[in-house]
């Protein structure tokens, strides 16, 4: 892990914003777009790591670029449904997001498309109480942490399978806050850090799973 000592996640946390395609579901070769739900396969431990983000009350925010529907490959009502069906597959795990933010434009036609702003702050209009500073960004591309880095959020890559990795990955492991392995690593790893923090103040947190993977 890129795990500096004097690196910390923020606390209190605000928000944890999420990367879609290769963070909670497989990502497809470079190229390649989800276009339907039976092209959407949930990364294992995934819904656990959401469940455990919602049990500590940290808000979980999901942003993505969808370039595809500008290509005409699918549409918002694609995009949208397929979240909607996420959302279901969530619900069995006693989980849920609490957003889903999507940029449907091609390159420089938007301020929306990571890794600008756009997505923040239509989150942020919704949810006033988060804060960049207070915030996590958690994803597996260059544009990712770049996002989180402009905004001042803490920043976390997550290296995923090597033969998906996007270019620039390894630019984005040394600009990261942190690096985990996967979306279930990292939800780990943050609120083993929360914890650790509370004993320290004089307080408990709860939301650590009993056995983490």
């Known amino acids: 892990m890129n795990d500096a000592l004097n690196s910390s996640f923020p606390s209190p946390i605000k928000a944890v914003f999420l990367d879609r395609d290769g963070v909670v579901n497989e990502k497809l070769p470079e190229g ?6 039976d092209e959407f396969h949930v990364l294992p431990g995934a819904a656990e790591a959401i469940a455990m983000l919602n049990r500590a009350g940290i808000p979980v925010i999901v942003v993505s670029n969808q370039r595809g529907i500008a290509l005409g490959l699918y549409s918002e009502e694609d995009v949208r449904a397929i979240h909607a069906s996420f959302q279901g597959l969530l619900e069995t795990h006693n989980a849920h997001i609490d957003g889903f933010y999507f940029c449907p434009h091609d ?3 938007c301020n929306c498309r990571k890794p600008l702003p756009g997505l923040f702050e239509q989150a942020v209009a919704d949810f006033p109480s988060i ?3 207070r915030s996590v960004m958690m994803g597996d591309s260059i544009s990712d942490i770049d996002f989180g880095r402009r905004l001042g959020m803490t920043t976390v890559f997550l290296t995923g399978d090597a033969e998906h990795q996007k270019p620039g990955a390894e630019a984005a492991r040394e600009l990261a806050t942190f690096q985990y392995p ?6 780990t790893g943050l609120l083993a850090k929360r914890v650790a923090d509370s004993f320290g103040n004089g307080s408990m947190c709860l939301g650590l799973p009993a056995n983490p993977r």
């Open 32 to 37: 390649c777009y989800v276009t339907r739900w």
């Open 107 to 109: 390159k420089d036609e």
């Open 131 to 133: 804060t960049a500073p």
């Open 182 to 187: 996967s979306l279930y690593a990292a939800v």
